[in-house]
């Protein structure tokens, strides 16, 4: 190795689905061991495309099912310390009840119990999302929004 240069590890991706209606509120959901809130979001298996990561992720944390021709492609964007947000837009007709999702996706626990990976689901308006997500997902859902993929007149 040249002196100097680091071996840089590889960039994971992480695929992700805003799902919104009109651009001005989204689905989020809240881990059990968090008081952070997310998209539904997760790495993309070797070899797995984007999109289909992220509809896979979408029905495992939600219970929805998206068709792929639905999705819109919005990017992907640096998120942390090497990994990237491959990042796409579903607009459904009607706006999910938050009461009605379900994550079959499990987390196992050290005493080995499994509980899921999002327990809690709400459908909120764009600041409210930005305040409940942690500060990197925050900073791309804004490059996001005010970028020129996004289909919804700008806002705020």
């Known amino acids: 190795m040249v002196a100097g240069m680091r ?14 209606d009109d651009g001005t509120r989204l ?7 968090s008081r952070r809130w997310d998209i539904p979001k997760g790495v993309a298996a070797p070899g797995e495309a984007f999109a289909e990561a992220a509809l896979r ?4 944390e939600t ?9 819109m492609p919005l990017g992907v964007h640096p998120y942390m ?22 994550c079959r996706s499990l987390l196992p ?4 119990r ?10 909120v308006p764009w600041d409210e999302a930005l305040a409940r997500v942690g500060r990197n997902l925050a900073r791309v859902l ?3 929004r005010h970028g020129p993929e996004w289909p919804f007149a700008p806002r705020g």
């Open 7 to 20: 071996r840089r590890a590889a960039r994971r991706t992480s695929c992700g689905v805003i799902v919104s």
């Open 27 to 33: 689905l989020l959901g809240r881990p059990p061991q």
């Open 57 to 60: 992720e979408l029905e495992e």
């Open 63 to 71: 219970g929805l099912r998206a068709d792929p021709a639905a999705l």
């Open 81 to 102: 310390p090497g990994k990237d947000l491959a990042l796409f837009l579903w607009r459904p007709v009607v706006m999910p009840d938050p009461a009605r999702l379900r």
């Open 109 to 112: 626990l050290p005493d080995g």
């Open 114 to 123: 499994r509980i899921p990976e999002i327990a809690t689901f709400a459908v």
């Open 142 to 144: 804004e490059e996001v």
